[in-house]
Each structure stands twice: as C-alpha cells, then as structure tokens.
C-alpha cells in the first residue's frame, strides 16, 4: 500500500476573530485585533497536520459547491492530499465556524454544520480504503447522519481489510455520548477524545477510570487528552501519563487535533506508544504557538529537533 491515513468526516472554514475578550449583542460594534480565514474541522486539521508532518494523506468528507468549498479543496491540493473521496455537492452549502478568541489563546466556536450534517455513509467510496494502512474518523457527535452505526460500518470495513483505525470526538450538542459511539468501540485500536468528552461518555472522572471502562468495551489503545497538562495513555500491557511541553499560547484552536495527528503520524510507522505520546506533545506545542487550527505545525523533523532540545517537560 501505497498511502497510510485515509482520513474521514468533519471539514470546516475557520473565521478567526482575536482579542475578543467579552461581548454582547447589546454592542453595535467590537474591535478584533485580527480577522482571518483558515481551514479548520476537527477531521481536515487533523489531515492537514498528517500531511504537514510529512505522512501521505487522504480525506474523505463533503463540501457545498461553493467559495468556502473551493478554498478547501485549495487547501487539501496545497498538501497534496488526496481528495478521492470529498464529495461537492450541489444542494449543501460548506460548514463554516466563527472563533472567537480571547488574550488568553482561549475561544469558542460558532458552528454552522451544512454538508457536515449531511455526509452519510453512503457518501463513502470503500475501495479507496483498500490503498491505505490506517482509517481516522474525527468531528464525531457533529456528523448526524454518520455518527453511530454509519461510522461503525466504515470501520468494521477498515478492519476486515486488515487496517488499523482511531476515532476522535467534538463536543455533542444533543447529550447522547455514549450511546452514539458505543457500536464503534469493539473496533477501535485508538480512541482519543479529550478528559471533559470523556467524562461525559463513560461518567467517570479520572483518566484511569476512563481508559478502564472504554477498554472494556474494546477499545485497543485509550488516548485521553488532558490539555495543559498532556495526556493519559493505556493499553493491555501499559499506562502512562504524557505531560504538556512548556510553550508561550497564542492560539489552542486545534491544539487537540495536533496531538492526534502527532500521535497517528508515528503510529503508522509502529512506533512504541510512549515515543508516539512524545511527539504528540511536540507537535501540539507547535499548534498553540501560532493562530489558527494548523498555521504551527512543522515538519516531522522540527518536532524532533524541539523535544531533543527542549529543557524538559512541563
């Protein structure tokens, strides 16, 4: 096989507003420091990140044919990522987020979910799985039509072609958690979601509890995201805390996203998962330096130069 991440679910167009430290709607008018456009979604920075990071890509998802369309798919040529499977639909418009962020790097997104709501299973091409080694689906619990049983049908597909797979969530609006994912764990070798998703997926509070009652139902590898303070890893034979490196915050949209890709990027190559953690952590430390969801990632050898000369983790 030729590719490695076959890439699957949320691509967004980021409006980017800085310095935003409090308003209202009573306000007829607020200065931002900044207003940018950025690719963003939580699957398509993750597939950005990959290709930055020097992995062969695919993504697979749908856009409206339209100008946030159009900039995306720019995007995804700019890396050559390979868009076999994004669908350009006709009668969907592009899924759009305003983020709102403070001096702090903090923010909070305004979401308009479009073609994202309407991606389906039926919208995937099966046979371009069969050139890759591993599937992600990210941006779950904000893909309606193919969270739950649609996603565990593109995984058990994955599986039966002998590729590993990974899973990654965003906040679910409807409160369904656990109940949504479920049918997909039996068939995950990493689930990665970050502490707070995680805690409202499995009702419990600490990073070992989690992973404990996400394993039991089949999960391979649990990867919690924990933020500044790093992240918690478990496996069948090991568990770990991987803690944050020290770095001046600009901007944590996508800093998440970065860690998965980081992690994923040398998983692919059979990596141990400690030394996976590692470079996660690196390379989300490049993410929250610069604005905007993928501005900061480097290539892979700017990651490893970083850890190798950074004092120590934090």
């Given at each position: 096989m030729?590719?490695e991440?076959?890439?699957?679910?949320?691509?967004?167009?980021d409006?980017i507003?800085?310095n935003i430290?409090y308003?209202?709607?009573?306000?007829?008018?607020k200065?931002a420091?900044?207003?940018t456009?950025k690719?963003?979604?939580?699957c398509?920075n993750?597939?950005i990140?990959?290709?930055?990071?020097?992995?062969?890509?695919?993504?697979s998802g749908?856009?409206?044919n339209?100008?946030f369309?159009?900039f995306?798919r720019?995007?995804?040529?700019?890396l050559?990522?390979d868009?076999?499977?994004?669908?350009v639909?006709?009668?969907v418009?592009?899924?759009s987020?305003?983020?709102?962020?403070n001096?702090q790097?903090?923010r909070?997104?305004?979401?308009?979910?479009?073609?994202n709501d309407s991606?389906?299973v039926?919208?995937?091409?099966?046979?371009v799985?069969?050139e890759?080694?591993?599937?992600?689906?990210?941006g779950t619990?904000l893909l309606?039509?193919?969270d739950?049983?649609?996603?565990k049908?593109?995984?058990?597909?994955?599986k039966k072609?002998?590729?590993?797979?990974?899973?990654?969530v965003?906040?679910?609006t409807t409160?369904r958690?656990l109940?949504?994912i479920?049918?997909c764990?039996?068939?995950?070798?990493?689930?990665m979601?970050s502490k707070?998703?995680?805690e409202?997926?499995?009702g419990?509070?600490?990073?070992q509890?989690?992973?404990?009652?996400?394993r039991?139902?089949?999960?391979?590898?649990?990867?919690?995201?924990?933020g500044e303070k790093?992240?918690?890893?478990?496996?069948k034979?090991?568990?770990f805390?991987?803690?944050a490196?020290?770095?001046?915050?600009v901007?944590?949209?996508?800093a998440?996203d970065s860690?998965?890709a980081?992690?994923?990027?040398?998983?692919v190559m059979?990596r141990?998962?400690r030394?996976?953690?590692r470079?996660?952590?690196?390379t989300?430390?490049?993410?929250i330096?610069?604005?905007?969801a993928?501005s900061?990632?480097?290539?892979?050898?700017a990651?490893?130069d970083?850890i190798?000369s950074?004092d120590?983790l934090e």
């Amino acid at each position: 096989m030729s590719l490695e991440i076959l890439c699957i679910g949320q691509l967004v167009t980021d409006i980017i507003a800085t310095n935003i430290d409090y308003t209202h709607l009573g306000e007829d008018t607020k200065r931002a420091d900044e207003i940018t456009v950025k690719n963003g979604g939580d699957c398509m920075n993750v597939a950005i990140d990959l290709a930055k990071l020097g992995c062969k890509v695919g993504f697979s998802g749908k856009v409206g044919n339209d100008g946030f369309g159009e900039f995306l798919r720019s995007e995804f040529d700019k890396l050559q990522i390979d868009t076999r499977g994004l669908r350009v639909s006709d009668d969907v418009s592009t899924s759009s987020v305003i983020v709102l962020v403070n001096g702090q790097g903090q923010r909070i997104f305004l979401y308009y979910g479009g073609a994202n709501d309407s991606l389906c299973v039926e919208d995937i091409d099966f046979s371009v799985m069969d050139e890759y080694r591993h599937v992600h689906i990210g941006g779950t619990f904000l893909l309606p039509r193919l969270d739950g049983e649609g996603s565990k049908e593109i995984f058990a597909a994955a599986k039966k072609r002998g590729l590993t797979t990974s899973m990654d969530v965003t906040w679910d609006t409807t409160g369904r958690w656990l109940s949504v994912i479920e049918p997909c764990l039996p068939y995950l070798d990493l689930f990665m979601p970050s502490k707070a998703e995680a805690e409202l997926i499995t009702g419990c509070a600490e990073p070992q509890q989690i992973a404990a009652f996400l394993r039991a139902r089949g999960v391979g590898v649990a990867v919690i995201k924990l933020g500044e303070k790093g992240a918690y890893v478990e496996s069948k034979d090991l568990r770990f805390h991987q803690p944050a490196f020290a770095v001046d915050v600009v901007d944590t949209t996508g800093a998440g996203d970065s860690f998965v890709a980081g992690f994923l990027s040398q998983y692919v190559m059979g990596r141990p998962l400690r030394e996976c953690a590692r470079f996660a952590a690196g390379t989300a430390a490049h993410c929250i330096g610069r604005l905007g969801a993928t501005s900061g990632i480097p290539d892979a050898g700017a990651v490893f130069d970083f850890i190798k000369s950074s004092d120590g983790l934090e």
